[in-house]
Antibody, heavy 118, light 106 residues
Framework: EVQLVQSGAEVKKPGESLRISCKAS????????IGWVRQMPGKGLEWMGI????????RYSPSFQGQVTISADKSITTAYLQWSSLKASDTAMYYC???????????WGQGTLVTVSS | SYELTQPPSVSVSPGQTASITCSGD??????VCWYQQKPGQSPVLVIY???KRSSGIPERFSGSNSGNTATLTISGTQAMDEADYYC?????????FGAGTKVTVL
């Protein structure tokens, strides 16, 4: 059974760093892209970027290039999304999704709520 | 940057047909997928490659894509179909979502 289990909710202050995780199981981790999606409170979905764990090729959406870093550790089948300096505007729910052929998000994690407040 | 336009809301009576449109420049040249999201839940893939139903999705959901418009159709809409629906396509290796359509079953 394919599962993506994300790390728990985080409360941070502006300027702090953060890394959230997405633990994959039930399939060959290195053979599927994984993507990260942001959903700000009461708003829609936004693709942030994708990573291919097989070779760590990473592609960022223009709006998120330079703002976050996506990585993966294939030894523990886990993908990451990290910030070096959080802003209040980073407050959102973040989802990871496995991408099937054609970059279709067929399995999704449960989401990680990140709250950034002073 | 590429944009997808959806109506903010669609209302439908139980048992009737709901149609949700998604418009974008030459959208018919791209593959479109549709996600359903209920409050407090993660998105669920409903339709991919324009018209293929994801595993476990009822037959009342169907999709099409031609020209500049993709359409998600829910035939015989049920109360459980009340949710936000997002269309999505890829443009130059960048994923783009529509703003979402709230389907209300009255």
């Amino acid at each position: 059974e394919v599962q993506l289990v994300q790390s728990g909710a985080e409360v941070k202050k502006p300027g702090e760093s953060l890394r959230i995780s997405c633990k994959a199981s039930g399939y060959r981790f290195t053979s599927h892209w994984i993507g990260w999606v942001r959903q700000m409170p009461g708003k829609g979905l936004e693709w942030m970027g994708i990573i291919y764990p097989g070779d760590s090729e990473t592609r960022y959406s223009p709006s998120f290039q330079g703002q976050v870093t996506i990585s993966a550790d294939k030894s523990i089948t886990t993908a990451y999304l990290q910030w070096s300096s959080l802003k209040a505007s980073d407050t959102a729910m973040y989802y990871c999704a496995r991408l099937e052929t054609g970059y279709v998000g067929d399995y999704w994690g449960q989401g990680t709520l990140v709250t950034v407040s002073s | 940057s590429y944009e997808l336009t959806q109506p903010p809301s669609v209302s439908v009576s139980p048992g009737q047909t709901a149609s949700i449109t998604c418009s974008g420049d030459k959208l018919g040249d791209k593959y479109v997928c549709w996600y359903q999201q209920k409050p407090g839940q993660s998105p669920v893939l409903v339709i991919y490659q324009d018209s293929k139903r994801s595993s476990g999705i009822p037959e009342r959901f169907s999709g099409s894509n031609s020209g500049n418009t993709a359409t998600l159709t829910i035939s015989g809409t049920q109360a459980m179909d009340e949710a936000d629906y997002y269309c999505q396509a890829w443009d130059s290796s960048t994923g783009v979502f529509g703003a979402g359509t709230k389907v209300t079953v009255l």
